[in-house]
């Protein structure tokens, strides 16, 4: 996993998401740990595009249940 | 039928952001007024307008629930919040318990004009984000302060024009004088910026005294040349009498009478018949007569026409007794969509202070105005029974009567 990919993306949940550093590990479930909700999924979108530079299909979202799901998918789009 | 009253209120507005700043400014005689340059690059013809400052809720919201804010929603957040704390109702109140909402706001430019740059220079919608849907429609306040508050009781805007507020306080007596709801939250919430006052401004609605902000919100004057944009919110808890007494509230005052009426005329030009229409009917609500009427906030902005039309409907109905009259739009300038709730503030505060607040800027009558007794500086009076006028385009109109609790 590339470390500034994991660095960026919890810079952007503790900071626009207001969510403790603490609970930030790659194990932690979006929803159900990081107190994410659905509405929240369209503002990661719109930050993904401003900080990594692609766009991110709102279905591509589906399957990224973990704070490590989305480091990889992240790694995986980003140019 | 259940007797209405009124036992909280707040308000965050260009001449004080509580009800004790306010309470000051409003004895003193203190100008909200000042100018804003960005006007001019966007080729205002005036560059006048109140001036207030953006909360800052980070520290009180979270994230999810700021962000559907509009700025308009921040000002009734706060102005909310002080009006149910001095009503003594807390969020375990709120959730155990019926209460609803009804507020008045007619626009939510920023929120528009930004989504739409941003799909015009973008060409994708995913961009705009999740908050903007909840800061853009009309109902934005009583959409997001239902669900910060945890309401469960009536929930929807009322839209009409410069008087929204007014007949949104009118419409929670209504709901609670016929026992349908036992408390509402109402008022009214005004943006202040730039954007939303451009087509405004291009009527030549506003005053140009630019030299002189101070000086340029002039209700009734002889010399008055248009009215000052303002905003803020102003929040009032409304309530029966029984669920007072129940909760054992500090009761701050009664509503015993709304009137309301449409001109049927012009769009943007009032005249005396609508307004006349719309204080009979409000008098005969609350079964006084005009001469119980201790103090008249009016509607006044300070335009030619407006000004001269109140005054003949003010004289027409009061021309016997002439009780005391001011504009406190003089003060704050023109609060529009949250001027209704405002001014019921500004003037609820006068009747538990024992002044009239001056209509600054009165300098001299004209033919009209004169026949008012229009209070230039502020005067020690008990009030106990006050009326409020609000009037909007579409030639709308709104009239509430409010007095001690007896």
């Known amino acids: ?79 | 039928m259940n007797r209405v009253v009124i036992t909280g209120m707040g308000i965050y507005s260009t001449i004080g952001k509580n009800l004790a700043e306010v309470r000051d400014s409003l004895y003193y005689g203190r100008s909200g007024i000042g100018i804003d340059p960005r006007r001019k690059e966007f080729g205002f013809r005036s560059c006048l307008t109140g001036v207030i400052e953006r909360p800052n809720l980070k520290n009180d919201l979270p994230r999810r629930m700021r962000v559907g804010l509009a700025e308009q929603g921040e000002y009734s957040y706060v102005a909310t919040m002080e009006a149910l704390k001095n009503a003594g109702i807390d969020m375990d109140f709120l959730e155990k318990n019926e209460v609803g909402i009804l507020y008045g706001n007619d626009s939510s430019s920023i929120p528009v004009i930004e989504s739409i740059d941003l799909i015009r220079e973008k060409r994708d919608t995913t961009l705009i984000g999740s908050g903007a849907i909840f800061q853009s429609m009309n109902s934005t306040i009583t959409m997001n302060l239902s669900v910060i508050l945890k309401l469960r009781g009536i929930n929807f805007t009322i839209s009409g024009a410069c008087a929204s507020s007014s007949h949104a306080i009118g419409m929670a007596y209504l709901l609670i004088k016929q026992g349908l709801q036992d408390i509402i939250i109402c008022g009214g919430g005004q943006e202040i910026n730039a954007e939303s006052m451009g087509s405004f401004d291009g009527l030549s609605a506003f005053s140009t005294r630019e030299d002189a902000p101070t000086k340029a919100s002039r209700p009734f004057d002889r010399d008055r040349d248009g009215l000052v944009p303002s905003g803020g919110a102003a929040t009032v808890i409304l309530e029966s009498y029984e669920s007072a007494k129940r909760r054992g509230a500090r009761i701050l005052a009664e509503v015993n009478g709304y009137g309301f009426s449409s001109n049927g005329d012009h769009i943007s030009v009032p005249n005396v018949d609508g307004p006349v229409r719309s204080l009979k009917r409000c008098l005969d609500d609350a079964g006084l007569k005009a001469c119980d009427i201790d103090y008249i906030n009016a509607h006044a902005t300070a335009t030619p026409i407006g000004d001269m039309n109140e005054a003949k409907a003010i004289d027409l109905i009061f021309g016997e007794c002439r009780p005391l009259v001011s504009s406190t739009k003089s003060m704050t300038g023109h609060e529009m969509w949250m001027g209704g709730a405002s001014e019921v503030i500004y003037s609820m505060i006068m009747m538990e202070n024992s002044f009239v607040a001056p209509n600054i800027n009165f300098e001299n009558p004209d033919e009209f105005t004169g026949k008012l007794n229009i209070a230039d500086k502020t005067i020690e009076k008990k009030i106990e029974v006050f009326l409020s006028n609000s009037f909007g385009f579409g030639g709308t109109n709104s009239t509430l009567i409010i007095s001690k609790f007896k």
């Open chain 1, 1 to 79: 996993m590339k470390p500034e990919i994991v660095a960026k993306v919890n810079e952007f949940l503790a900071e626009e998401f207001e969510i403790e550093t603490a609970l930030l590990t790659p194990e932690a479930r979006l929803v159900e740990d990081l107190g994410i909700e659905s509405l929240d999924f369209v503002d990661i979108v719109v930050i993904i595009e401003r900080d990594f530079g692609f766009k991110v299909k709102r279905e591509d979202m589906e399957g990224v249940r973990t704070l490590e799901d989305l480091y990889k998918y992240i790694e995986t789009r980003a140019v």
